[in-house]
């Protein structure tokens, strides 16, 4: 379900006028002038008690009036208050144009006086006057104003209030655009300067927007800090008003989390203290969230008389972006009662209103909303249309949040990554498989830069392509949706006929409904003739490297959705082919965990264990498995993983006779566009290998006593005679395998070989490979090689568990260590799914090894060929491995009880954890 935001509190403005001066500027008083001043503070302070009863027109008069008699009597600084307060007084009545005119004048005044804050209020209310007539430029730039006059002025009370106010307005308006990162930054200001000035008051208001932000992308335990911090504040100030906001939007964040009872229960409380207070906006929205809940539990007999109900409350206080809030619930819940038009005409509304008030996260929430209506009636090409432009929307804002934490990034992607499978979805229903792949790998790559804190690229794709005939369908239906809310606003004004207006918008139908019907002509009239026309390049270009590359490869991506799985496949020199598998998401997952459960044990049942894979295979091998049995020059598999299917080890799945790794190669990677084909380096006899291991117990570490007799039969030292290694290098062992000495060696090394303890969570900054005298190798410090990594051709992690950080149903997690080596531009790392026997893991070591280095520059060896020849021999070995140790302590999990071993190595347990990650020629 898409979500709005909680809305944050109106602007910061201020209350009444400023009193005038006691003095005349510029002359000596005399009786005349003294007379005059008099009087002008008469009406001015008459003026300003018909302000604070709201009686504006009298108000705007009486200041009138006062303002003559200071121009009179040439009193600069007053006549300049008395614009101010006119100025105040037309704002207040929604005559925004004229109020800028009153400020405008009344600054042109300021500049012959010497007085910032007063200068800065002005500016500031003249951006709160632009922001009301949707100026946010000037808006904004009228705040930087301000923020500059009261930066320049003494350190006082009112210097620093003010500077919170202006600095809360300017958040506001970042805010309201969905530019979250800037927004924040305002917050964060304005809430020093109100704790600077001891406002209790606005820093819990301030605490309570810096809230919603973390709401809004996600980061629900950052925003329940927040909004606690803010609750304490209101309750010990007896601000009931506040209080029921705060209880309101825990409610919102307690339905983000799907904890719906609590959520009822805060928006209950909210609102017993807004009817209390007797205010009705304020209960409207809690309306709107106590419908939103029940939309969510699917009772919408109950939820929509309460949206209704909200919508009614919104409408009698003008509120537009609140409106639009409403109208996009009620969409929703009509959608799902099967009431179609009545959702057409509410996702309408919803877009028109996003769109006026520039509202980014409503109007891609909208437009996915849209697509999902669209596609409920078959029509599929329009539906697509609007998803397309959704994400286009989404990857601005994802672009626009970049300085965000890792993790706020990565849970604001997880809130909208739906939109994107279920675009790839549609994409496959109609056999544009390639549009589909691009839609795919812009999701990979931004789940893997934000899993592991990377920039964005200035090259990246950041836009999913429309066609001319979808972006024209897409302008039209928002000059419908526009056009349809003026017609709204003129029959519930009923002061103008609208006959005009509704043939206008007729027309403006009729054309809508004719662009729809020619997309869907021109869609399937082209597929029919050219499956390829929406080849996005690009992507499609990558996939073809990948397979390319190696005769005889096949890559397959599986698109896991919530009711199916997609499996796309391609292969040299023809278009990419899909399949639907009807399995949900709940039931691959499940079985995954079964399958992975059983994997990772060496004593569990080999039967219940093959059972286990062969349904796995059903679903991700057997649909296309005729097709690549036909070709009998097929011989490697690549794999770019989705979701749950990143917990597989691809290779032990089982098709009732065989394991996948007995027929093809297997490798996998994290995304077509990440893995850089264009270079193959050999790894022959003579590449230079630098080897680095602990064998030794530490604090809470356990000894891996095979790590010395692994290392000595893959390292080849040149001292050493009658050395039986493999390749020529160093070995770096216990104390001496420290970040300098790695770092000091690692020139003109191709293959960099790491075994040892490892860990690695779910945050980067506590994973780590444990160093010879103890120390952690954290994430950082192995960037901080990434200079030394240039020769480096394969790292291998032969650590338990390296390539599987904390539990994560997605499965972002995967790429783990793994990728901070490939952005380094190591073509290739191999590492482990779970926990391995350490001796097993250093035969499969040296196997592996022995195999990559008979390769020769003519007849190289892949590096996927190489680890299906060690895997093989593991799976038909006879020896007995002696129980050891895992070399993995996984953060709170329990490690493998040690349990004597089957007989030989041929259980999965043993040869398949090793997967092949990047390049794997």
């Known amino acids: 379900m898409i979500l709005f935001a909680i809305a944050p509190i109106a602007p910061i403005a201020p209350i009444a006028p400023n009193p005038p001066t006691t003095i005349i500027a510029q002359q000596s008083p005399t009786e005349s002038s003294q007379q005059l001043q008099t009087e002008a503070q008469t009406l001015y302070l008459q003026g300003s008690q018909y302000f604070a009863q709201g009686d504006y027109p009298d108000a705007i008069a009486a200041y009138q009036a006062a303002l003559a008699l200071y121009q009179q009597a040439n009193n600069t600084s007053d006549t300049s208050r008395a614009l101010y307060a006119i100025g105040l007084a037309y704002y207040h009545s929604d005559q925004f144009l004229l109020a800028i005119a009153q400020y405008q004048e009344s600054l042109r005044l300021q500049q012959q006086l010497n007085d910032p804050i007063l200068a800065a209020s002005i500016t500031t209310d003249l951006g709160l006057a632009y922001d009301q007539i949707k100026e946010r430029a000037k808006a904004l730039e009228s705040y930087r104003q301000a923020i500059a006059l009261l930066q320049g002025a003494d350190e006082t009370y009112q210097q620093i209030y003010q500077l919170g106010r202006v600095l809360f307005n300017a958040g506001l308006i970042y805010d309201a655009v969905s530019d979250y990162s800037s927004a924040l930054d ?41 909004y606690q911090q803010a609750l304490a504040i209101f309750e010990s100030t007896d601000n009931s008003s506040e209080r029921s906001r705060v209880l309101n939007n825990l409610g919102f964040i307690a339905y983000r989390q799907q904890e719906f009872s609590a959520a009822l229960d805060y928006y209950q409380q909210a609102l017993a203290l807004r009817e209390a207070d007797n205010d009705s906006q304020a209960q409207g929205r809690t309306l709107e969230g106590i419908g939103e809940l029940y939309v969510a539990q699917q009772d919408y007999e109950r939820a929509i008389p309460i949206l209704q109900q909200a919508l009614m409350l919104a409408q009698a206080n003008p509120d537009s972006l609140f409106e639009g809030q409403i109208f996009n619930h009620l969409g929703t819940a009509y959608r799902l009662q099967g009431q179609l038009e009545a959702a057409h005409e509410s996702y309408r509304q919803s877009l028109a209103i996003s769109r006026t008030n520039g509202y980014r996260a409503g109007e891609s929430a909208t437009l996915s909303n849209l697509g999902r209506l669209y596609a409920q009636q078959q029509q599929i090409e329009t539906a697509i249309a609007f998803y397309k432009q959704s994400i286009n929307i989404t990857e601005a804002i994802r672009k626009d949040i970049a300085s965000f934490s890792r993790q706020q990034r990565e849970t604001y992607t997880e809130t909208v990554s739906e939109r994107y499978r279920e675009l790839a979805g549609l994409l496959l229903d109609q056999g544009r498989i390639l549009e589909a792949q691009q839609v795919l790998e812009m999701l990979k790559i931004q789940e893997i830069w934000e899993y592991t804190d990377r920039e964005r690229g200035p090259d990246a794709t950041t836009e999913v392509v429309l066609l001319p005939t979808e972006s024209e369908l897409v302008q039209q239906y928002f000059t419908l949706a526009a056009f349809t809310q003026a017609l709204q606003q003129c029959e519930g004004q009923q002061t103008q006929p609208c006959k005009s207006l509704r043939d206008q918008r007729d027309q403006l139908f009729r054309e809508y409904r004719q662009a729809i019907s020619t997309l869907e002509s021109e869609i399937r009239s082209r597929l029919a003739t050219d499956e390829a026309l929406l080849d996005p390049s690009f992507f499609a270009a990558k996939a073809e490297e990948i397979i390319s590359a190696q005769p005889g490869t096949v890559m397959i991506y599986p698109l896991v959705l919530q009711d199916k799985l997609w499996l796309l496949w391609s292969k040299a020199g023809e278009i990419p082919s899909k399949r639907e598998i009807k399995v949900s998401q709940r039931q691959l997952g499940e079985t995954v965990i079964k399958f992975r459960t059983l994997i990772k044990e060496r004593s569990s049942d080999i039967s219940e264990l093959q059972a286990t894979a062969q349904q796995l295979y059903t679903w991700l091998i057997a649909p296309i498995e005729s097709e690549l049995a036909a070709d009998a020059d097929i011989h490697n598999l690549v794999f770019s993983l989705d979701r749950t299917t990143r917990y597989i080890p691809m290779a032990a799945l089982y098709d009732g006779e065989q394991y996948l790794i007995e027929k093809y190669t297997v490798s996998t990677v994290l995304s077509a566009a990440l893995t ?37 039969a893959i390292v080849k030292e040149n001292a050493v005679a009658n050395d039986q290694g493999i390749y020529p290098g160093i070995q ?86 793994s990728y901070y080596f490939l952005k380094s531009q190591v073509a290739t790392v191999m590492a482990s799914l779970w926990n391995v026997n350490d001796a097993s893991t250093s035969q499969l070591m040296q196997l592996f090894y022995q195999a990559l280095a008979e390769g020769t520059t003519a007849q190289p060896v892949t590096k996927a060929a190489a680890l299906q020849s060690a895997q093989l021999a593991l799976l038909g070995s006879d020896t007995l491995a002696s129980s050891g140790p895992g070399r993995f302590r996984l953060v709170n999990r329990t490690t493998d009880s040690e349990l004597p071993l089957a007989s030989g190595l041929a259980h999965p347990y043993y040869w398949a954890p090793f997967i092949l990650i990047g390049n794997s020629l």
């Open 676 to 712: 850089n084909v264009e270079v193959r380096s050999p790894l022959s006899a003579d590449s230079n290998i630098l080897a680095v291991g602990v064998s030794e117990a530490t604090d809470g570490f356990d000894a891996l006593p095979n790590v010395p007799a692994e290392l000595d």
């Open 186 to 226: 305002y917050y964060q200001q304005a809430l020093s300067a109100f704790v600077d000035s001891n406002n209790q008051s606005r820093a819990g208001t301030v605490l309570s927007n810096i809230a919603k932000i973390y709401g809004d992308i996600g980061d629900f335990i950052q925003s329940l800090s927040y």
């Open 732 to 817: 770096l062992l216990n104390q001496a395998f420290s970040f300098s000495a790695i770092r000091d060696a690692l020139p003109g090394v191709q293959l960099l070989h790491i075994a040892t303890h490892g860990e690695f969570t779910g945050s980067r900054d506590q994973s780590y490979l444990l160093m010879g005298n103890g120390d952690k190798l954290p994430i950082p410090e192995i960037e901080t090689l990434a200079a030394y990594l240039k020769d480096v051709s394969l790292v291998v992690l032969s650590a338990c568990q390296t390539a599987l950080g904390g539990p994560d149903e997605e499965g972002i997690e995967i790429a783990g260590m």
